[in-house]
């Protein structure tokens, strides 16, 4: 295994709660509790799960836009979770993210040709001539036209914003791109001319991915390792061929089977859960996942299972799976 561009060492968020005319802390939000993962130079890490999760929070808190509880970011062999200044802004360079809505992240007032240089604008020095001829290279990456320079965010469908907003985020050369459910807020077909883009621009430019999403088809098609976050967590980290074909937490079992059938004609066994996600100010003790479980057991709802390595990379924080206590039911 080659050294990973980012690992992310027992990351934690909580979002104080306050009240009070002193607005005085009355509790926490627990958005992220002890996460961790690591994706090598070249590679997609797909993370998923429901709303409300801590997917997202973990993307920025990775990027600083929000500030880690405690936890470390280590980016190219260096810890950055601390780093400030000109020393984060030259971070920031080789970092992007991709946002879920295209025209929110888009400056309404700016044209496409200087929305896409204004990074170059920002951390390189060039005449007007290269951030012109810059900008035009980077639009027609991204499938788009000279043409395009001079309009507005609002003149291009969902599909064409998303496209600025790659080649914005192209522009500096970047190692990571963080993409924030890219395709969750555009049409189906469009959707597949998205990631196909996304597939190849990571072969040209040897990008390593972050890539957020609810949706496993898409995970799918784009990523080489999943991680399943569940109120805070990862409850199983594992490379794609092993994670479909052997899923091992209760919960990923569970959004695979809601997976709508391709052939009606396939009888697929449903594993519905009950009750609702919880809540991250009150998560539930022990095993977080405990209350909607349909196997669990007495040690689930008082002790909190470690992510442990089952099967060679496959990671599950699950006490069915723990051999001191009940026996290996792998």
């Given at each position: 295994m080659n050294a990973p561009l980012l690992q992310v060492m027992n990351l934690k968020k909580y979002f104080p709660i306050k009240s009070g005319v002193f607005s005085r802390i009355c509790g926490y939000v627990y958005a992220v509790d002890d996460v961790s993962f690591s994706i090598e130079?070249?590679?997609a890490l797909g993370i998923v799960g429901e709303s409300g999760c801590g997917k997202t929070t973990v993307a920025r808190t990775i990027l600083r836009l929000v500030e880690p509880t405690a936890g470390k970011i280590i980016f190219n062999g260096k810890d950055i979770s601390e780093i400030e200044g000109?020393?984060?802004?030259?971070?920031?360079?080789?970092?992007?993210?991709?946002?879920?809505?295209?025209?929110?992240?888009l400056d309404p007032r700016m044209i496409t040709r200087d929305i896409i240089i204004e990074p170059l604008k920002t951390h390189t020095k060039m005449s007007k001539e290269e951030f012109r001829r810059v900008g035009l290279e980077l639009l027609q990456t991204v499938g788009l036209s000279e043409e395009h320079l001079r309009r507005y965010p609002h003149e291009f469908s969902g599909g064409?914003?998303?496209?600025?907003?790659?080649?914005?985020?192209?522009?500096?050369n970047p190692e990571l791109l963080i993409l924030d459910e890219p395709t969750s807020a555009l049409d189906v077909s469009v959707q597949a001319q998205i990631l196909n883009l996304l597939k190849s621009?990571?072969?040209?430019?040897?990008?390593?991915?972050?890539?957020i999403s609810h949706d496993l088809s898409v995970i799918r098609h784009l990523c080489d390792y999943i991680a399943i976050m569940y109120l805070g967590k990862i409850v199983e980290n594992a490379d794609e061929k092993r994670f479909f074909e052997s899923p091992k937490h209760?919960?990923?079992?569970?959004?695979?089977a809601a997976i709508p059938k391709s052939n009606p004609d396939i009888n697929k066994e449903r594993k519905l859960l009950s009750g609702e996600l919880g809540s991250p100010i009150n998560p539930p003790a022990g095993c977080r996942f405990h209350p909607r479980c349909p196997y669990v057991m007495e040690i689930c709802r008082r002790d909190e299972p470690q992510l442990k390595d089952i099967a060679g990379d496959h990671y599950i924080a699950c006490h069915l799976y723990d051999d001191e206590?009940?026996?290996?039911?792998k």
């Open positions: 130079k070249g590679k000109e020393e984060l802004r030259k971070m920031r360079s080789k970092m992007q993210i991709i946002f879920q809505d295209p025209y929110s992240s064409q914003q998303q496209r600025i907003s790659i080649a914005r985020s192209l522009s500096l621009l990571q072969t040209q430019f040897n990008l390593t991915y972050l890539f209760p919960y990923t079992q569970a959004l695979l206590k009940i026996g290996n039911k």
